[in-house]
């Protein structure tokens, strides 16, 4: 097989995550394990960055401040909401094609590989070759054939051991507490609060995903039993939990619906959600002690909170999407398949495969209208890695002497 040499382009699209920069790392270090590949470039802004032609040259970055910018959250080389459609990706493969790019990566989610999709599509027409590789990488855990995805685990983290701290807080001074996780469509990150439970009693006593149909009432109801069995209620919400019609719930509380440039609803704008189910306590149960949050973009990139798994796969997958490409694969996205207990491969899968599509949670890790089954917690388990321990106090009552009312 002749080598096909030229230059590599590298962007980061969509959201940010803990673990993105370990993909960013992989890609540039391995490529210069290949003399075909004669520089790196890093675009700025994603998608954006090359149709401007604001490339950065990372073939001239030291491995030292590479390995720092690895174990840095969020996205080094700035990222993107834009939308590319025909005309746009066109652009783009001209800019790629001017600057002789062979070796084109994209990390990103579901749009990012329709992306990389169009712009392949362009370069097999024109005869040009370009190997166009997707790197996975979302919070939401969504993208289609892989069985996880790199962020996940960190960002899982990051909601497990908020929901531990609320949950203490909450035991201190009972009350209702309600939580909104970030989570388009699908509930994998909310579900993941359920590893906050150490105690019986430990909340989040209910889990709501936007997999399950969201009643108004029946939530009222739970929340009650909760609150009546307990003396208290901690609740973790998925932003997009949807009604019975499949309309996000966030639609009805906004006076005028925003989307953003994929279409989509804007959910984590505002703490819409997190106030109307917080009202909808205190006025219909009539209990006082009723606090929320919605925790945005607070879960995505915070530093110190990372998953080891998620942050070396996130690392491999960068790595072997350079590797997938020199040995002659013209497109696909990197994938992970789950061997052993754990231990993961990797592998290629078609563009189309992935791009555009969502993946909820399946059925099996469903449980009921407020919970997630043991299914869930061993697929999450080893994907969130070790959590930090907490006690509650041991120690036997002491006999009351006087009488109370």
Not at 77 to 96: A, H, M, N, Q
Not at 136 to 159: E, R
Not at 269 to 290: E, F, M, P
Not at 324 to 332: H, M, R, S
Request: aromatic share 8%; net charge negative.
């Amino acid at each position: 097989m002749s080598k096909l040499e030229g230059k590599a382009v590298v962007a980061q699209g969509g959201g940010p995550t803990g673990v993105i920069n370990q993909s960013l790392v992989g890609v540039v270090l391995e490529s210069r394990e290949y003399s075909q590949i004669t520089h790196v470039y890093g675009a700025r802004h994603g998608v954006r960055g090359i149709l401007n032609e604001d490339f950065i040259d990372l073939s001239q970055t030291t491995t030292h401040n590479l390995e720092r910018v690895a174990i840095s959250p969020c996205s080094a080389l700035g990222s993107t909401r834009d939308k590319p459609d025909e005309e746009y990706c066109e652009k783009i493969f001209r800019v790629l094609r001017a600057h002789e790019v062979r070796y084109f990566f994209y990390i990103g989610g579901n749009d990012s590989a329709d992306t990389s999709r169009i712009i392949r599509d362009y370069a097999v027409r024109d005869g040009y070759e370009l190997r166009v590789l997707h790197i996975p990488k979302t919070i939401d855990n969504d993208l289609l054939v892989t069985d996880h995805c790199p962020g996940y685990g960190s960002a899982a983290k990051f909601v497990v051991q908020s929901f531990m701290g609320l949950n203490l807080d909450n035991h201190a001074l009972p009350g209702v507490y309600l939580g909104v996780v970030m989570g388009r469509e699908a509930g994998w990150l909310t579900a993941s609060s359920v590893f906050a439970r150490r105690f019986p009693d430990d909340g989040p006593h209910l889990i709501y995903l936007p997999e399950h149909n969201f009643d108004f009432e029946q939530f009222l109801t739970d929340v009650d039993h909760v609150y009546q069995a307990k003396g208290r209620c901690v609740v973790a919400v998925c932003e997009g939990i949807m009604d019975a019609s499949r309309t996000p719930i966030m639609s009805r509380l906004q006076s005028r619906e925003e989307r953003d440039a994929h279409g989509n609803v804007q959910l984590s704008g505002s703490g819409a959600l997190a106030d109307a189910l917080a009202n909808a306590v205190k006025t219909r149960l009539q209990i006082k002690r009723v606090r929320a949050d919605t925790f945005g973009y607070l879960q995505r990139s915070f530093p110190g909170v990372v998953s080891e798994v998620d942050s070396e796969e996130a690392r491999e997958v960068g790595e072997r999407a350079v590797q997938f490409a020199v040995w002659g694969e013209n497109a696909g996205s990197v994938a992970i398949r789950r061997t052993g207990d754990y231990s993961s491969e990797y592998f290629l899968t078609s563009l189309e495969s992935v791009a555009g599509n969502t993946k909820s949670m399946p059925p099996g890790f469903i449980l009921g209208d407020n919970d997630v089954t043991t299914a869930f917690k061993d697929y999450a388990r080893p994907l969130i890695g070790p959590l930090p321990r907490y006690d509650q106090l041991s120690a036997p009552k002491v006999k009351k002497l006087l009488s109370h009312p």
